[in-house]
């Protein structure tokens, strides 16, 4: 018998890397025992968060037998008829906020036309004017919430649901934000090695909020209410969800 076979949970356990922050770990088909208890003795052990997908009633049935209804988890629920898979991976692509993108300030955009110009050996060359690096939708959104000094829940759908609420309004989380987007500054700071982005996220959001703050350009979040009737609706069930006509 091969000396690395893994052959109990704590063997698997000795192979796991150390993680900063546990892992969401989506579960298709979420009424399943065996699944169900190993998904949730990794979370005690601290490397998961669970996200379980499926029917609600099938799948709390199964959570009270096994005494785990009350552990935390996230329950997107599937009505019959509906494809677990597919719903398991539209939350990969879009719930959650893990989806990466790249943000950069002006300023910093504006000192990278001007870092080629006068450079011979930079005519005729494309460059990537990105961050270096990369930050989730979720990073981003902690950001704001630390710039305006308030802590709110983030709440995440999966993208074929907010396409089934309203297509004409998330049609950009369909056609950009619902996929990874990432383009490698490398090249620029190749040929201009002076030039670096400069100025971070939360500062570049403290500048902007700043600046419209004072020039009264923030609308009255209060006169909207469509988002607080998703996640309303959202944490009440699937078929709870609001379908806003165009």
């Not at 907010?162 to 383009?183: V, W």
Request: net charge negative; hydrophobic share 35%; with cysteine.
């Amino acid at each position: 018998m091969d000396s690395n076979e893994l052959k109990s949970f704590e063997n698997i356990l000795e192979r796991v890397p150390h993680m900063s922050r546990p892992m969401r770990v989506i579960l298709a088909g979420s009424d399943g025992e065996n699944m169900l208890q190993g998904l949730f003795q990794a979370q005690k052990e601290g490397f998961v968060q669970p996200v379980l997908v499926g029917d609600r009633a099938r799948t709390m049935v199964q959570l009270e037998k096994l005494g785990l209804d009350k552990e935390p988890y996230t329950m997107v629920d599937t009505p019959p008829g509906h494809n677990v898979t597919q719903a398991a991976i539209d939350i990969i692509h879009c719930g959650d906020g893990d989806i990466l993108h790249q943000y950069m300030h002006t300023e910093d955009t504006a000192r990278g036309f001007v870092g080629v110009m006068g450079r011979q050996h930079c005519i005729g060359q494309i460059y990537n004017l990105t961050q270096t690096g990369f930050t989730t939708w979720a990073e981003y959104h902690r950001t704001a919430m630390r710039v305006l000094g308030r802590q709110v829940e983030m709440v995440g759908l999966p993208l074929a649901q907010l396409m089934e609420i309203d297509p004409q309004r998330f049609s950009l989380c369909y056609e950009i934000f619902g996929q990874h987007t990432y383009a490698s500054n490398e090249k620029l700071r190749r040929d201009v090695p002076e030039w670096q982005p400069q100025i971070t996220l939360e500062e570049g959001m403290r500048r902007v909020f700043g600046e419209m703050e004072q020039a009264g350009r923030i609308p009255d979040s209060s006169l909207e209410t469509w988002e607080d009737e998703i996640i309303a609706a959202a944490k009440r069930g699937y078929a709870a969800l609001p379908r806003f006509q165009a």
